[in-house]
């Protein structure tokens, strides 16, 4: 079974920066891509970034140009560096993988970002 662990999330102010991570326990080159998903109080859960496994980046209008995905396949760890954060970026960040067989997918648990005034 796969795991999915996150890490990085908290409180920090407008204008800010946070990075998140999510380590795989298994290589993540079974994987056809990984990314981050974000789920605010009240509403659906919307993809943030994506990066397959030929290292394409994909990200949200939202945070373009102020997110950046990257990913350690020796530590089969994911990053997403955010700066530049708006209150509006507030939600539960949750790591998602996708296999190449099968099409499943593995979810993390969730880690917190909150963005003050």
């Known amino acids: 079974q796969e795991q999915l662990v996150e890490s990085g999330g908290g409180l920090v102010q407008a204008g800010g920066s946070l990075r998140l991570s999510c380590a795989a326990s298994e290589i993540n080159s079974r994987f056809q891509y990984m990314g981050w998903y974000r789920q605010a109080p009240g509403e659906q859960r919307e993809v943030a970034a994506l990066i397959t496994a030929y290292g394409i980046t994909n990200y949200a209008d939202s945070v373009k140009g102020r997110f950046t995905i990257s990913r350690d396949n020796a530590k089969n760890t994911i990053y997403l560096q955010m700066n530049s954060l708006k209150v509006e970026d507030t939600a539960v960040y949750y790591c998602?993988?996708?296999?190449?067989?099968?099409?499943?997918?593995?979810w993390g648990q969730g880690t917190q970002v909150t963005v003050s005034p």
């Open positions: 998602k993988a996708r296999t190449f067989i099968g099409a499943k997918d593995y």
